[in-house]
């Protein structure tokens, strides 16, 4: 446990601009929460994150993903037909949000990402030039290209996360295609030598593995491999997940808090990939946590990652893991395709302000806004918990 403590804190100090910032996100969060349970409708100022779904198009099939996956909202949506962002307002957005009292944290995501090739390497460069902390999460196949990870590697990017699931067998597996393991490796060893050319500023890589019932029991062959590959951060993050009579719940809530049925929860409803054996994870993660791996590992805080705690996650869904209020619609805007504004990523049922006709900054202030912060606050006062959808919520480990 010291060793991995000290690993993390070696980490911080080398990527020092990224871990300030990722500081100064966390305190502006626990400085949400509290303002929160006393005024439900006000945040704390400007956003402290912003994080910008470039697009929702994919050539992956990840199993438990919302979007593409066995049950993903999307996935009889033909990539064609599905929507990108306004690259008009993305520009206009980077530049709105360098100008702010304090920079946000500016995160790139999708989808992914990378598909939008242009216009995603050009927010990195514009981002860049004007300040931002900047981090782009990829499946990290096209980084392959070896013109595609130059620019990356050397845009001024702080923090690339990049998802792999096991070994390459496992990994194949849960994404869908075969031979997109060796295609992301490759990716990341082009990154890290493309970025001993950014002038000391070569993004911190870190590799993020979702674990389920496919690759419970592979995950400490994920960690031997990781380290093998010298990548600067490893972290494990459980499923996030719904069952079908959580998502039924949240339709009444919604329905009767914004007037609203739609459902894009329902799409994280996959009770078969929740099927993990909390001893044999347990087992797993001690393994690792007994090993003299060289690089940091860090897992989903949910307690002491006991089987008790795992099996609560991923089996006793009325168990009350975060009683906390989320931190999101305080602190971090979410924008999406085409150019709306809504308060979470995997969930964007509510689109509290367009683009085309605000900017972020009114946007956040709005009375709509507002009225949804009062709902959340008002529902977490009443019931104790968040709202049904997000008992299983991951978001802030990504």
């Not at 000290?6 to 100090?13: G, M």
């Not at 060893?189 to 389920?212: E, F």
């Not at 619609?329 to 995997?346: G, K």
Request: include cysteine; charged fraction near 25%; charge should be positive.
């Amino acid at each position: 446990m010291f060793r991995n403590t000290w690993l993390k804190l070696a980490a911080a100090v080398r990527f020092h601009r990224f871990s300030s910032k990722l500081l100064e996100v966390r305190a502006a969060e626990f400085l949400s929460r509290r303002r929160a349970a006393r005024s439900g409708s006000r945040p704390l100022g400007l956003p402290r994150s912003v994080i910008i779904r470039i697009t929702e198009r994919c050539f992956l099939r990840c199993r438990m993903c919302g979007q593409n996956g066995d049950r993903g909202r999307l996935r009889n949506v033909r990539p064609s037909h599905r929507p990108v962002f306004d690259r008009r307002i993305l520009e206009r957005t980077i530049d709105e949000i360098s100008r702010w009292p304090i920079k946000p944290f500016l995160k790139l995501t999708g989808g992914e990402p990378l598909v939008e090739h242009e216009m995603t390497l050009a927010a990195l460069d514009r981002a860049s030039s004007n300040g931002l902390v900047t981090k782009l999460n990829t499946n990290g196949v096209l980084l392959a290209d070896e013109r595609t990870a130059r620019r990356v590697a050397i845009s001024g990017l702080d923090y690339l996360s990049v998802s792999i699931d096991g070994p390459s067998d496992i990994h194949d597996l849960i994404r869908g295609l075969p031979g997109v393991y060796d295609r992301a490796i490759q990716g990341i060893r082009n990154i890290r030598r493309y970025g001993r050319q950014a002038a000391g500023r070569a993004p911190m890589i870190l590799v993020s593995a979702v674990v389920s019932e496919l690759n419970q029991d592979r995950i400490f062959d994920l960690a031997k491999r990781m380290d093998e590959e010298k990548i600067d951060w490893l972290n494990f993050e459980f499923m996030n997940f719904t069952t079908p009579a959580l998502s039924e719940a949240a339709k009444s809530v919604v329905k009767n808090l914004f007037g609203t049925e739609e459902t894009p929860w329902a799409s994280f409803a996959n009770p078969g990939l929740a099927g993990v054996d909390a001893g044999i994870l347990a087992d797993e993660i001690r393994a690792i946590r007994k090993a003299r791996f060289s690089i940091p590992i860090s897992f989903l805080g949910i307690g002491n990652l006991s089987a008790r705690n795992i099996d609560d996650y991923y089996h006793n869904v009325e168990a009350t893991l975060r009683r906390g209020i989320c931190a999101m619609p305080y602190a971090a805007a979410f924008l999406v395709p085409p150019a709306h504004m809504v308060f979470c990523v995997d969930y964007p049922l509510y689109y509290y302000a367009d683009l085309e006709e605000t900017s972020v900054a009114e946007g956040w202030h709005s009375e709509k806004a507002a009225s949804f912060r009062r709902g959340l606050a008002d529902y977490h006062r009443r019931k104790g918990p968040n709202f049904p959808q997000c008992r299983r919520c991951n978001w802030r480990f990504n």
